[in-house]
T-cell receptor, first 114, second 110 residues
Framework: DAGVTQSPTHLIKTRGQQVTLRCSPK?????VSWYQQALGQGPQFIFQ???????QRGNFPDRFSGHQFPNYSSELNVNALLLGDSALYLC?????????????FGPGTRLTVL | SQQGEEDPQALSIQEGENATMNCSYK?????LQWYRQNSGRGLVHLIL?????REKHSGRLRVTLDTSKKSSSLLITASRAADTASYFC??????????FGAGTTVTVRA
C-alpha cells in the first residue's frame, strides 16, 4: 500500500515565477492538507481540500491556491514567488473527511526561491 | 501564530537514557498529536491523545496530557540512535487543521 507521495522532490525557482506541487494521498484517504515548513520551524497549515473544494484555509495570501481532483490527488500552486516562499511543502492525507484525524504526511517538496 | 510550543528546543542524551519533552498550548483542544521528523523530511505520526485522556502508551513512548495546565509531555524510554530526530506536538481544535509547535531536536549519542 503506497503512502502519500509528492512530486517533485526538489525545485528551484526565481522570484516572480509560478510553481505547481503535486500530491497523491494514501489509498482510501479522501482529504488532503497542505503545510509549509520553513527552516527550523514547525509546519504551518495552508489549506485543506475535501470533495474537490477548499474547506479551510490558514493565514496565507491568495497567491497560494490549490485544487483537488476526482481521484483525491491534489495540487498546490504558488504565484509570484517571493524569497520567503522557500520552504519544505508537506502534503498530508486523512480518511473519513479528515476531521482532526491522524494525518499521514508525504516526504515533502523542497522549494528554493532565488 | 503557533498554538503549541515545545520545550526544550534541543536535547542531547546518551543511548539507553530516557528523553522527555514538553508541549504547551493556548486554547482548548480536541486532541493532541506527536510527530517525528527525520532530517527535514516528512513527518511520521507517533501518537494521538484525546482531550478526555490523561495518558497513553505506544511501545517505548509515553504521552501525558494535562488539560488544566494546557500541557503535554512525550517520554521516550531506552533511547536509540534511530530516535535522533525532531519531535513536534500538534494540537487539533474543533476544525480540520493541525497547529504545530517549533519542535524539539533530539540527538542520541552512541
Amino acid at each position: 500500500d503506497a503512502g502519500v507521495t509528492q512530486s517533485p522532490t526538489h525545485l528551484i525557482k526565481t522570484r516572480g515565477q509560478q510553481v505547481t506541487l503535486r500530491c497523491s494521498p494514501k489509498s482510501g484517504h479522501d482529504t488532503v492538507s497542505w503545510y509549509q515548513q520553513a527552516l527550523g520551524q514547525g509546519p504551518q497549515f495552508i489549506f485543506q481540500y475535501y470533495e474537490e473544494e477548499e474547506r479551510q484555509r490558514g493565514n496565507f495570501p491568495d497567491r497560494f491556491s490549490g485544487h483537488q481532483f476526482p481521484n483525491y490527488s491534489s495540487e498546490l500552486n504558488v504565484n509570484a514567488l517571493l524569497l520567503g516562499d522557500s520552504a519544505l511543502y508537506l502534503c498530508a492525507s486523512s480518511p473519513r473527511g479528515g476531521y482532526t484525524d491522524t494525518q499521514y504526511f508525504g516526504p515533502g517538496t523542497r522549494l528554493t526561491v532565488l | 501564530s503557533q498554538q503549541g510550543e515545545e520545550d526544550p528546543q534541543a536535547l542531547s542524551i546518551q543511548e539507553g537514557e530516557n528523553a522527555t519533552m514538553n508541549c504547551s498550548y493556548k486554547t482548548s483542544i480536541n486532541n493532541l498529536q506527536w510527530y517525528r521528523q527525520n532530517s527535514g523530511r516528512g513527518l511520521v505520526h507517533l501518537i494521538l491523545i484525546r482531550s478526555n485522556e490523561r495518558e497513553k502508551h505506544s511501545g517505548r513512548l509515553r504521552v501525558t496530557l494535562d488539560t488544566s495546565k494546557k500541557s503535554s509531555s512525550l517520554l521516550i524510554t531506552a533511547s536509540r540512535a534511530a530516535d535522533t530526530a525532531s519531535y513536534f506536538c500538534a494540537t487539533a481544535l474543533n476544525d480540520y487543521k493541525l497547529s504545530f509547535g517549533a519542535g524539539t531536536t533530539v540527538t542520541v549519542r552512541a
